[in-house]
């Protein structure tokens, strides 16, 4: 209708473009990876790792952080939660961009069918970060950016198909329902 030749003169009118996201792909090699297993969220010591050691493993793959436990010109050192096992070869894609919610569950629901076949690994994870200033908020609480912005969740899937979701939000944030 007549709202939409107006939106679509605006964007023209102001040079707005649609991008599209952009799609990166990395090989990680000889990674040292936490040793989970999907009924076990606390981990046992020496069988399986927790699922919070994971988020922080996970955390510092994703940020590129060395994880050999050598110090340097840094005061912090940081390694793998024990027990871990050595993956020779471990594929990471990130995607940047705004990404619909509808695109989230067909990520989501491929690589659920990455297991319907016999595979190497004993686990993946799809994890999605909003970005720190997004509107989005759950139940009737204001989004938090001010103090941080965290809101981001991560789905660790089994070859089982059991998962885990872990969820991290900002201190002023409620948490999903």
């Known amino acids: 209708g007549t709202e939409g030749s107006t939106l679509m003169s605006y964007f023209s009118k102001n040079q707005i473009q649609a ?3 952009k799609i990166t792909f990395s090989t990680l090699r000889d990674l040292e990876c936490p040793v989970l297993q999907s009924n076990e ?3 046992k010591p020496e069988e399986s790792c927790s699922t919070e050691e994971l988020f ?3 955390g510092a793959v994703l940020n590129q952080v060395s994880l050999d436990n050598k110090s340097s010109s840094f005061l912090s050192t940081y390694c793998c939660p024990q027990p871990s096992i050595v993956v020779e070869k471990a594929f990471l894609c990130t995607i940047t961009g705004f990404i619909i919610p509808e695109k989230i569950i067909q990520l989501l629901e491929q ?3 990455y297991f ?3 595979k190497l690994a004993h686990w993946l994870t799809l994890t999605v970060h909003g970005f720190a200033d997004s509107p989005v908020s759950w139940r009737e609480s204001e989004h938090g ?3 941080g912005g965290e809101n981001l969740y991560n789905f660790v ?3 089982n198909l059991d998962y885990w979701l872990q969820m991290a939000v ?3 944030d409620d948490c999903p329902p």
């Open 19 to 21: 991008l599209k996201p």
């Open 157 to 159: 899937i089994f070859r």
């Open 56 to 58: 922080e493993w996970l």
């Open 41 to 43: 969220l606390q981990g």
């Open 145 to 147: 950016f001010h103090k």
């Open 116 to 118: 319907s076949e016999p």
């Open 170 to 172: 900002g201190t002023n």
């Open 111 to 113: 690589l659920c069918c």
